[in-house]
C-alpha cells in the first residue's frame, strides 16, 4: 500500500529525460517511483490529461517579512507559491531589517517551516544593510541556510566593492546575483527610456543603464573567476553580452522573468502603474532577444522577480508608483506560452523552472528521481481561466494580467507527498 | 450633469483631440476675446457652474487665468494649492481630488508635476470633468490651444507654417503639445537644443532637430522660446552655465533679424530675460508674449464652456 498515487499524468521530470504517460506514487514524503503501479494506494490522484511534473523552483522573490508584512508575509507568499506550483522559493534579502544577518535568515526559514507549504531558500545579502560598503558575513549567513548573495533592488554599485564580493563568494564557492543597473544612468527614471517614455513626458531607464553594469561585471568576473548571475535579464544587449561571456568560458548564469518576455514597453502606454518594474519592461527586439537568450539555452532559468506592493504605493501616477509586480501565481501560464510558440519543449521549459535554478543552486529539489522529496505540481497545459486579482493569493494586487485569459492551470500542488494546493484550494 | 460640447468629456491633452475638436476650440475662444475687452467683463454662460483650480506646482498665469476664465462666464471658481510632498505625492493627490470631487463641481482643472495625473484621476473620479493645466512633462493643451488663437490672428492659418521650439524640450510638456498639434493640424516643428535637453526618441515625431540655432533660423515663422528652468544646471548636468545657454541657444536681435521679417516670437512664461531671450526681443514688435497671456484667457473660456456649459439634463 502506497501513499500517494498519481495516475495516467504526462510525466515530465527534464532531471531524468523522462516523458511519458504513466504513474507516480509516493511513500513517507518521497518519490517512491515513476512507471507503471499495481497495487494500492491511500490517495490516488487521477492525472489523465494532465502534467505531472517536479514541484516549480522560482529563485526571485521577495517577501516583504519581516518588516513589511502588510503587502506580503511568508505565509501569503507561500499560498500564493503553492498556488503557481511552486514548491522552493529563494527569497531576496531586502526584508527590513535585511537578511545581512543569520539570525534574520534563521527566523525566515523558522517561519516558512513553521506554514509548512514550500521550501523557502533564503538569499542573503552581499553588503551589510545593502549599502554596497562592506561585505556581509557570507559564511555565517551561509551555514544558517543562505544559498546565494544578492543585494537585488540595488545593484553592488562600486566596482571595488563588487570586485571583493566576486573574489571573496568565489573562495567559498558561493554564487553572486547582480541586480545589473547603473543608477547613475537610470535616476528617476520609471519606465523604459524611448518613444514611449519621449510621448508619456516620464523620465525613462537607457538599456545602457543594464548593459553598461553586466559589461562591468563580466570584465570583473573574467578577472575574478568567480560564479556570477545576472538577476531579471531584459535587454538585448545584456543577452548578447551574457552568450558571449559564456562562450569565452566564464562561470556566467542568467534568469529571465515571464513579463520580460511576454510584454512589452507598450503596457505603460495609458500610464499603467502595474506595468512598471526595474527593470523596466522594453521593446519588442528585447522581448526577443531574451526569448531567443531562453530558445538557445543562455538564460538557463526562468524566475518571477515576485514583488507584491500594496495598492497605496501603486496608485499614485506612473512615476511615484513602487516597481514590481506580483508572479508566483502567473509564472505557468506565461511561461507556457513559449512551449505553445514552439520556442521550448515542454521537458526544457519546466527545466528552467525547476532542476535549472535548482543545479544551479545546489539544491536537492526539482526532480522526481526516487528518494528525492515528493514535491509535485500537477497541472493542465489547456484550461483556460481569466485572472483576477482579488482572488490572488498574494496579498499583492499588482499585476497587468488583470482581466487578461490565461491559458495553463495549477490542478494540485504536493509537497513532501501532502497535497497542499487542489483545484483552487490551499489546504 | 450639462452636456459636453464638441465630444469632450475632458480635456487630458492635445492627444486624442481631432482638427476639429481644436479648431472648434480655438474658434470659439475667438469669439470669447471680446467680453474680455469689454468694460463689463461678464456673461452668464457658466452661471451654476462650479469649478476648481487644483494646482500642485507654483503657477501665477495659468492659475490666474483659467480663474479669470470662470469668473467672467460666472461660474463659481475656488482656488486650491495643494502642496506635495517629495515622496508620498500620490496618496495626497488621490484623497484630495476625491475628496473635492465628492463636493459636486463641474469641472476639477488639475497642474501636478506627475505625468498622466488627468488620465490617472479619471478613473476614480466619475462625474467630474477635469482639464489639464500642466502634468509634468507630457502635456499641457490650453497652452497649445492659445498660442494657436493667437496666431490665428497673426499669421492666418497655420498649415505649412513652420514653429522653431527653442530650449528644453525634454522637461516641457508645451513642447510636446506642439510636437502633437502640428502632426493634427499639418505644421512644421523644428526642435533646437543641445542633446542633453532632447528625450531620446524625439525625431519619431517627424520634426526637424537641429543643435546649431542659427542654422535653424532661416525659413521659421515662429520662434517659440522655452523658459529654462535653471535648476537643470546644477542637478542634472544639462548645459555648464546661463551664460554659455545663453549664447548658444538665446534668442537675440541678431537672430531674430536672421530669421526674418516675418517671424513672430512666443514664449509661454515665465520668461528669464537674459537667458532664453534678450529683452529687447522679448519686447520687440515681433513678440506676442503678452497676446498668448490675453488670449489664453479666452481659450480657457471656450475649454470650460465645452466641459460644463452645455444644455443640462436634469
Same mark, same amino acid.
Given at each position: 500500500?502506497?501513499?500517494?498515487?498519481?495516475?495516467?499524468?504526462?510525466?515530465?521530470?527534464?532531471?531524468?529525460?523522462?516523458?511519458?504517460?504513466?504513474?507516480?506514487?509516493?511513500?513517507?514524503?518521497?518519490?517512491?517511483?515513476?512507471?507503471?503501479?499495481?497495487?494500492?494506494?491511500?490517495?490516488?490522484?487521477?492525472?489523465?490529461?494532465?502534467?505531472?511534473?517536479?514541484?516549480?523552483?522560482?529563485?526571485?522573490?521577495?517577501?516583504?517579512?519581516?518588516?513589511?508584512?502588510?503587502?506580503?508575509?511568508?505565509?501569503?507568499?507561500?499560498?500564493?507559491?503553492?498556488?503557481?506550483?511552486?514548491?522552493?522559493?529563494?527569497?531576496?534579502?531586502?526584508?527590513?531589517?535585511?537578511?545581512?544577518?543569520?539570525?534574520?535568515?534563521?527566523?525566515?526559514?523558522?517561519?516558512?517551516?513553521?506554514?509548512?507549504?514550500?521550501?523557502?531558500?533564503?538569499?542573503?545579502?552581499?553588503?551589510?544593510?545593502? +549599502?554596497?560598503? +562592506?561585505?556581509?558575513?557570507?559564511?555565517?549567513?551561509?551555514?544558517?541556510?543562505?544559498?546565494?548573495?544578492?543585494?537585488?533592488?540595488?545593484?553592488?554599485?562600486?566596482?571595488?566593492?563588487?570586485?571583493?564580493?566576486?573574489?571573496?563568494?568565489?573562495?567559498?564557492?558561493?554564487?553572486?546575483?547582480?541586480?545589473?543597473?547603473?543608477?547613475?544612468?537610470?535616476?528617476?527614471?520609471?519606465?523604459?527610456?524611448?518613444?514611449?517614455?519621449?510621448?508619456?513626458?516620464?523620465?525613462?531607464?537607457?538599456?545602457?543603464?543594464?548593459?553598461?553594469?553586466?559589461?562591468?561585471?563580466?570584465?570583473?568576473?573574467?578577472?575574478?573567476?568567480?560564479?556570477?548571475?545576472?538577476?531579471?535579464?531584459?535587454?538585448?544587449?545584456?543577452?548578447?553580452?551574457?552568450?558571449?561571456?559564456?562562450?569565452? &568560458?566564464?562561470?556566467?548564469?542568467?534568469?529571465?522573468?515571464?513579463?520580460?518576455?511576454?510584454?512589452?514597453?507598450?503596457?505603460?502606454?495609458?500610464?499603467?502603474?502595474?506595468?512598471?518594474?526595474?527593470?523596466?519592461?522594453?521593446?519588442?527586439?528585447?522581448?526577443?532577444?531574451?526569448?531567443?537568450?531562453?530558445?538557445?539555452?543562455?538564460?538557463?532559468?526562468?524566475?518571477?522577480?515576485?514583488?507584491?506592493?500594496?495598492?497605496?504605493?501603486?496608485?499614485?501616477?506612473?512615476?511615484?508608483?513602487?516597481?514590481?509586480?506580483?508572479?508566483?501565481?502567473?509564472?505557468?501560464?506565461?511561461?507556457?506560452?513559449?512551449?505553445?510558440?514552439?520556442?521550448?519543449?515542454?521537458?526544457?521549459?519546466?527545466?528552467?523552472?525547476?532542476?535549472?535554478?535548482?543545479?544551479?543552486?545546489?539544491?536537492?529539489? &526539482?526532480?522526481?528521481?526516487?528518494?528525492?522529496?515528493?514535491?509535485?505540481?500537477?497541472?493542465?497545459?489547456?484550461?483556460?481561466?481569466?485572472?483576477?486579482?482579488?482572488?490572488?493569493?498574494?496579498?499583492?494586487?499588482?499585476?497587468?494580467?488583470?482581466?487578461?485569459?490565461?491559458?495553463?492551470?495549477?490542478?494540485?500542488?504536493?509537497?513532501?507527498?501532502?497535497?497542499?494546493?487542489?483545484?483552487?484550494?490551499?489546504? | 450633469?450639462?452636456?459636453?460640447?464638441?465630444?469632450?468629456?475632458?480635456?487630458?491633452?492635445?492627444?486624442?483631440?481631432?482638427?476639429?475638436?481644436?479648431?472648434?476650440?480655438?474658434?470659439?475662444?475667438?469669439?470669447?476675446?471680446?467680453?474680455?475687452?469689454?468694460?463689463?467683463?461678464?456673461?452668464?454662460?457658466?452661471?451654476?457652474?462650479?469649478?476648481?483650480?487644483?494646482?500642485?506646482?507654483?503657477?501665477?498665469?495659468?492659475?490666474?487665468?483659467?480663474?479669470?476664465?470662470?469668473?467672467?462666464?460666472?461660474?463659481?471658481?475656488?482656488?486650491?494649492?495643494?502642496?506635495?510632498?517629495?515622496?508620498?505625492?500620490?496618496?495626497?493627490?488621490?484623497?484630495?481630488?476625491?475628496?473635492?470631487?465628492?463636493?459636486?463641481?463641474?469641472?476639477?482643472?488639475?497642474?501636478?508635476?506627475?505625468?498622466?495625473?488627468?488620465?490617472?484621476?479619471?478613473?476614480?473620479?466619475?462625474?467630474?470633468?477635469?482639464?489639464?493645466?500642466?502634468?509634468?512633462?507630457?502635456?499641457? $493643451?490650453?497652452?497649445?490651444?492659445?498660442?494657436?488663437?493667437?496666431?490665428?490672428?497673426?499669421?492666418?492659418?497655420?498649415?505649412?507654417?513652420?514653429?522653431?521650439?527653442?530650449?528644453?524640450?525634454?522637461?516641457?510638456?508645451?513642447?510636446?503639445?506642439?510636437?502633437?498639434?502640428?502632426?493634427?493640424?499639418?505644421?512644421?516643428?523644428?526642435?533646437?537644443?543641445?542633446?542633453?535637453?532632447?528625450?531620446?526618441?524625439?525625431?519619431?515625431?517627424?520634426?526637424?532637430?537641429?543643435?546649431?540655432?542659427?542654422?535653424?533660423?532661416?525659413?521659421?515663422?515662429?520662434?517659440?522660446?522655452?523658459?529654462?528652468?535653471?535648476?537643470?544646471?546644477?542637478?542634472?548636468?544639462?548645459?555648464?552655465?546661463?551664460?554659455?545657454?545663453?549664447?548658444?541657444?538665446?534668442?537675440?536681435?541678431?537672430?531674430?533679424?536672421?530669421?526674418?521679417?516675418?517671424?513672430?516670437?512666443?514664449? $509661454?512664461?515665465?520668461?528669464?530675460?537674459?537667458?532664453?531671450?534678450?529683452?529687447?526681443?522679448?519686447?520687440?514688435?515681433?513678440?506676442?508674449?503678452?497676446?498668448?497671456?490675453?488670449?489664453?484667457?479666452?481659450?480657457?473660456?471656450?475649454?470650460?464652456?465645452?466641459?460644463?456649459?452645455?444644455?443640462?439634463?436634469?
Amino acid at each position: 500500500m502506497t501513499d500517494v498515487l498519481i495516475t495516467n499524468g504526462r510525466v515530465i521530470d527534464p532531471a531524468n529525460h523522462i516523458d511519458e504517460v504513466c504513474d507516480v506514487w509516493v511513500e513517507d514524503g518521497k518519490i517512491a517511483g515513476v512507471g507503471k503501479f499495481e497495487g494500492e494506494a491511500t490517495h490516488t490522484i487521477d492525472a489523465t490529461g494532465l502534467i505531472v511534473c517536479p514541484g516549480l523552483m522560482d529563485m526571485h522573490v521577495h517577501l516583504r517579512e519581516p518588516g513589511e508584512e502588510w503587502k506580503e508575509d511568508i505565509e501569503s507568499g507561500s499560498r500564493a507559491a503553492v498556488a503557481g506550483g511552486i514548491t522552493s522559493i529563494c527569497t531576496m534579502p531586502n526584508t527590513e531589517p535585511c537578511m545581512d544577518h543569520a539570525g534574520i535568515v534563521m527566523q525566515v526559514i523558522a517561519r516558512a517551516k513553521e506554514v509548512g507549504l514550500c521550501n523557502l531558500h533564503p538569499i542573503g545579502a552581499v553588503s551589510r544593510k545593502l +549599502e554596497g560598503r +562592506e561585505l556581509s558575513e557570507m559564511r555565517e549567513l551561509s551555514r544558517a541556510g543562505a544559498v546565494a548573495f544578492s543585494d537585488d533592488g540595488q545593484p553592488i554599485w562600486h566596482a571595488g566593492v563588487m570586485r571583493k564580493a566576486l573574489e571573496y563568494s568565489s573562495s567559498f564557492d558561493f554564487l553572486i546575483i547582480q541586480h545589473a543597473e547603473e543608477k547613475q544612468l537610470t535616476q528617476g527614471g520609471a519606465i523604459n527610456e524611448g518613444w514611449i517614455s519621449t510621448q508619456l513626458g516620464v523620465a525613462g531607464m537607457p538599456v545602457e543603464g543594464e548593459d553598461c553594469m553586466i559589461a562591468r561585471d563580466i570584465m570583473l568576473t573574467r578577472l575574478t573567476k568567480a560564479h556570477y548571475h545576472v538577476a531579471h535579464i531584459s535587454s538585448k544587449g545584456a543577452v548578447e553580452q551574457v552568450r558571449a561571456a559564456q562562450a569565452e &568560458g566564464l562561470n556566467v548564469t542568467t534568469e529571465a522573468a515571464p513579463h520580460h518576455f511576454a510584454l512589452t514597453e507598450d503596457e505603460v502606454l495609458n500610464f499603467n502603474a502595474d506595468a512598471k518594474m526595474s527593470p523596466p519592461l522594453r521593446t519588442e527586439s528585447d522581448r526577443l532577444a531574451v526569448i531567443e537568450g531562453l530558445r538557445d539555452g543562455t538564460i538557463s532559468i526562468i524566475a518571477t522577480d515576485h514583488a507584491p506592493h500594496h495598492e497605496d504605493d501603486k496608485r499614485c501616477g506612473l512615476s511615484c508608483a513602487a516597481f514590481g509586480i506580483v508572479g508566483l501565481e502567473t509564472m505557468l501560464p506565461i511561461a507556457l506560452d513559449l512551449e505553445r510558440a514552439g520556442i521550448l519543449s515542454m521537458s526544457d521549459l519546466i527545466a528552467k523552472m525547476s532542476c535549472n535554478p535548482a543545479k544551479l543552486l545546489r539544491l536537492p529539489e &526539482g526532480t522526481l528521481s526516487i528518494g528525492s522529496a515528493a514535491d509535485i505540481c500537477i497541472f493542465d497545459a489547456n484550461k483556460q481561466w481569466v485572472l483576477d486579482r482579488a482572488q490572488l493569493f498574494s496579498k499583492g494586487h499588482n499585476t497587468p494580467w488583470h482581466g487578461r485569459t490565461m491559458t495553463g492551470q495549477v490542478q494540485y500542488t504536493l509537497k513532501h507527498g501532502r497535497v497542499v494546493f487542489e483545484k483552487g484550494e490551499i489546504l | 450633469m450639462p452636456q459636453p460640447l464638441f465630444g469632450l468629456k475632458h480635456l487630458f491633452g492635445i492627444a486624442g483631440l481631432s482638427r476639429d475638436q481644436i479648431e472648434s476650440l480655438v474658434n470659439m475662444g475667438d469669439e470669447f476675446i471680446d467680453i474680455n475687452s469689454r468694460s463689463v467683463k461678464k456673461a452668464p454662460t457658466l452661471r451654476g457652474r462650479t469649478v476648481i483650480n487644483l494646482f500642485f506646482e507654483n503657477s501665477t498665469r495659468t492659475r490666474t487665468s483659467f480663474e479669470i476664465a470662470g469668473k467672467r462666464l460666472s461660474a463659481d471658481v475656488i482656488n486650491i494649492s495643494a502642496s506635495t510632498s517629495a515622496t508620498k505625492k500620490g496618496e495626497t493627490l488621490l484623497d484630495t481630488a476625491q475628496t473635492l470631487a465628492a463636493m459636486q463641481p463641474h469641472v476639477l482643472i488639475i497642474r501636478h508635476s506627475v505625468a498622466g495625473t488627468c488620465e490617472f484621476l479619471a478613473d476614480y473620479l466619475d462625474n467630474t470633468a477635469l482639464i489639464n493645466a500642466g502634468d509634468g512633462a507630457h502635456e499641457h $493643451p490650453t497652452q497649445i490651444l492659445t498660442d494657436l488663437l493667437t496666431l490665428k490672428h497673426n499669421i492666418g492659418s497655420i498649415e505649412g507654417k513652420t514653429m522653431t521650439i527653442v530650449g528644453d524640450i525634454s522637461h516641457s510638456r508645451v513642447a510636446r503639445s506642439h510636437l502633437i498639434a502640428a502632426n493634427i493640424l499639418g505644421y512644421k516643428v523644428r526642435l533646437v537644443a543641445p542633446k542633453t535637453l532632447l528625450p531620446s526618441h524625439v525625431r519619431n515625431y517627424g520634426c526637424e532637430v537641429f543643435h546649431d540655432f542659427d542654422a535653424a533660423l532661416e525659413g521659421t515663422d515662429i520662434l517659440y522660446m522655452l523658459r529654462v528652468q535653471t535648476e537643470r544646471l546644477t542637478d542634472n548636468c544639462c548645459f555648464p552655465s546661463t551664460r554659455e545657454y545663453h549664447e548658444a541657444y538665446g534668442l537675440n536681435m541678431q537672430r531674430l533679424k536672421a530669421a526674418g521679417d516675418h517671424c513672430m516670437v512666443m514664449h $509661454p512664461g515665465p520668461m528669464n530675460r537674459g537667458v532664453e531671450i534678450a529683452t529687447n526681443v522679448a519686447d520687440s514688435m515681433k513678440s506676442l508674449i503678452l497676446e498668448q497671456v490675453e488670449h489664453g484667457v479666452a481659450v480657457r473660456m471656450a475649454a470650460l464652456t465645452a466641459l460644463c456649459g452645455g444644455a443640462t439634463e436634469e
